[in-house]
């Protein structure tokens, strides 16, 4: 008994795993896709806004490997196009959000008084209007463009970059280790960049994930009830709208958008849900 006591408290206890399972599956399964919509483009020779109405809602493994919609376009290119188009409007939006997010954060609890009571009454604004608002604030003075859908989506995001920044910046700054780095005469760039950020980084592939989830899911409902992005161009949303009324039809061709919008959303879920649940 005294034996056993002795090696349970000589155990180290285990260390959290920065890469559990659900991360590495969903950046698997992102990976995937992502080659998908980088290399479907250049395999398949198809445009996906060629009309061969002869064609109309050819069956999957025809002339078309997925088929073709009620255009005669291919579905394999247009799915591969729409893949890009989602994930990169994604990256580059969670990029815009992230960028002045965390320099926002890191500034306000860094100077403190008035400029973190300014940046923080700024945040709680935007906080307060609903994200899909902002946008189609935006949205009405060019519907359909690309612009004011990423300025909206962008502006809507930030803020939980700067609530996390902040948040995990003030705890860090009433540490004594920062306290001994000032006495020391370590500048804040230094401290900034060897103290601040390392903790910070681990936080930032949960909220990237969570932000580019949030994007694609609001740029292809936007889409949907045509205010986002509009055909012809191949946008996951509005092809399940254009293709619904042929359900009955070609069920299978009707659900493909929908099921590359849930893995898409699917792989972000499980990268960033990795980061907060072991």
């Given at each position: 008994m005294m034996l056993q006591m002795q090696d349970l408290a000589g155990t180290t206890p285990p260390r959290s795993d920065p890469w559990p399972i659900s991360r590495r599956i969903g950046l698997g399964l992102l990976a995937l896709l992502a080659a998908f919509?980088?290399?479907g483009p250049v395999l398949v020779t198809a445009d996906p806004a060629r009309q061969d109405l002869s064609a109309s809602l050819a069956p999957i493994g025809s002339d078309f490997l997925l088929g073709a919609d009620h255009y005669g376009r291919s579905m394999l290119a247009r799915l591969a196009y729409g893949a890009r188009l989602s994930f990169g409007m994604a990256l580059l939006t969670m990029l815009s959000a992230a960028a002045p997010g965390l320099l926002l954060g890191v500034l306000a609890a860094w100077r403190g008084g008035v400029t973190e009571r300014a940046l923080v009454a700024l945040s709680d604004i935007v906080l307060a209007l609903p994200g899909l608002l902002l946008v189609l604030l935006?949205?009405?003075f060019a519907p359909g463009h690309f612009l004011p859908l990423y300025l909206?989506?962008?502006l809507s995001l930030w803020v939980e970059f700067f609530r996390v920044a902040r948040t995990t910046t003030a705890r860090l700054l009433v540490e004594p280790r920062i306290e001994a780095s000032r006495l020391l005469g370590f500048g804040t760039f230094y401290i900034l960049r060897h103290q601040v950020l390392p903790?910070?980084?681990p936080l930032l592939l949960t909220l990237a994930s969570f932000a580019m989830g949030t994007a694609i899911l609001a740029i292809s409902t936007l889409s949907a009830i045509s205010v986002g992005l509009q055909p012809p161009t191949p946008e996951l949303g509005s092809m399940i709208v254009e293709l619904l009324p042929y359900y009955d039809?070609?069920?299978l061709t009707v659900l493909m958008p929908g099921i590359l919008i849930f893995l898409l959303v699917l792989g972000l879920q499980l990268t960033a849900r990795g980061g907060t649940v072991r």
């Open positions: 919509a980088l290399l935006l949205l009405a909206g989506l962008s903790e910070i980084a039809e070609a069920p």
